[in-house]
Nanobody, 123 residues
């Protein structure tokens, strides 16, 4: 199973970015997917997750109302639309493939991880 995150970059505060995660190696639509991030000197933290078929989405309080997670099962793609970005959103963002159908905040429920994509928000 492979996950490839892309779409990161440098953006000014208030701007937007769309992260993508291409997956291969297993039936994408059968599993929950998630996004996590890790800022310098900090532990990795949950950002958002989506259940199989997109039936349920969950968000960290810090991004609720600004970020939107979605999936395209036909293309085996996971997305994270990030709007109204803040400097504190600066981090390496990772997509993760779950071992179950549900959306979950626990990183221990994710068996597969992408390599990460850097998001930098300038003030």
């Amino acid at each position: 199973v492979q996950l490839q995150a892309s779409g990161g970059g440098l953006v000014q505060a208030g701007g937007s970015l769309r992260l993508s995660c291409a997956t291969s190696g297993r039936p994408f639509g059968n599993y929950g997917m998630g996004w996590f991030r890790q800022a310098p000197g900090k532990e990795r933290e949950f950002v958002s997750a989506i259940s199989w078929r997109g039936l349920r989405t969950i968000y960290a309080d810090s991004v609720k109302g600004r970020f939107t997670v979605s999936r395209d099962d036909a293309k085996n793609m996971l997305y994270l639309q990030m709007n109204s970005l803040k400097p504190e959103d600066t981090a390496v963002y990772y997509c993760a493939g779950g071992s179950m159908t549900i959306a979950t905040v626990s990183e221990y429920e994710y068996s597969y991880w992408g390599q990460g994509t850097q998001v930098t928000v300038s003030s």
